[in-house]
Nanobody
Framework: QVQLVESGGGLVQAGGSLRLSCAAS????????MGWYRQAPGKQRELAAA???????NFADSVKGRFTISRDNAKNTVYLQMNSLKPEDTAVYYC?????????WGRGTQVTVSS
């Protein structure tokens, strides 16, 4: 059974920073594309950032230059560093492990950016 547990969300003022962490249990971490998705109220869930097992990254245009994603395979953990946060970044952020045929989701962590 794979479990993904997010942490690090909270309330921050515009321009501030937060770092999200996602700890994965199980043996899939090293072969999974790990991603951070977000869902704002009334909107569809969207990909914010993703990182392959080899370290290649992909970012939504809206977060490029402000967010970075990294992974520590020894700790089975993926991180999302969010800088220069904007009110429109307010959302529930979900960790995702993508094994192509199977996807796993965390329960999410709330990020609220005040103006």
């Amino acid at each position: 059974q794979v479990q993904l547990v997010e942490s690090g969300g909270g309330l921050v003022q515009a321009g501030g920073s937060l770092r999200l962490s996602c700890a994965a249990s199980g043996s899939i971490f090293r072969v999974a594309v790990m991603g951070w998705y977000r869902q704002a109220p009334g909107k569809q869930r969207e990909l914010a950032a993703a990182i392959t097992p080899g370290g290649s990254t992909n970012f939504a245009d809206s977060v490029k230059g402000r967010f970075t994603i990294s992974r520590d395979n020894a700790k089975n953990t993926v991180y999302l560093q969010m800088n220069s946060l904007k009110p429109e970044d307010t959302a529930v952020y979900y960790c995702n492990a993508d094994l192509i045929r199977t996807k796993y989701w965390g329960r999410g962590t709330q990020v609220t950016v005040s103006s």
